[in-house]
C-alpha cells in the first residue's frame, strides 16, 4: 500500500465513522437507544480501522482488529490499556444491542457510551493528526 493510498483509505474510514456517530445521535433523538448504542461501536470501529492502516494493517475480523490495536497500540506504549477496556466495552455492548432482543438500553446508557467514545475518537485523532495522516 503506497502512502497516498493509505491516506485515501484512512480518509474514507473517517468518513464511515463520522457517518455513524451522525446515525447514533439520530437514532438516540428518537428513542432508538441499542440501535444508537451499535452505531457508537461502529464509529469508534472505524476510526481504529483508521488507526491500524496507519500500520498497514487491515483486520478482517472484529477480535483481529481488537488484538492488532493491542499489539501495535497498547503494548507499544502508544495509548494506556484503558483505551482498549473501553473499545472492548463497546464491542460488548454492540454485540448485546445487536444480537439479545431483552437488552435495553436508556438514554443515560447512550450517553455515557457516546462520552467514552468521543474520547477514544479525541485519543486517535490527536495520532492521525500528529502521524500527518490528517
Do not use: W
Amino acid at each position: 500500500m503506497t502512502e497516498k493510498n493509505k491516506k485515501e483509505n484512512i480518509a474514507q474510514e473517517i468518513a464511515k465513522a463520522d457517518d455513524c456517530l451522525k446515525s447514533a445521535d439520530i437514532l438516540s433523538a428518537h428513542g432508538q437507544y441499542a440501535d444508537a448504542v451499535s452505531r457508537l461501536y461502529y464509529y469508534v470501529y472505524y476510526y481504529i480501522r483508521a488507526l491500524l492502516l496507519t500500520k498497514g494493517f487491515e483486520p478482517k475480523t472484529h477480535e483481529g482488529l481488537l488484538r492488532l490495536l493491542g499489539l501495535h497500540f497498547i503494548k507499544a506504549g502508544i495509548f494506556e490499556p484503558s483505551f482498549s477496556h473501553s473499545f472492548a466495552r463497546l464491542m460488548k455492548y454492540r454485540g448485546e444491542a445487536d444480537y439479545n432482543p431483552v437488552y435495553s438500553f436508556t438514554q443515560n446508557d447512550y450517553h455515557e457510551f457516546r462520552e467514552e467514545a468521543k474520547g477514544l475518537y479525541e485519543q486517535i485523532h490527536k495520532f492521525l493528526k500528529d502521524e500527518g495522516y490528517l
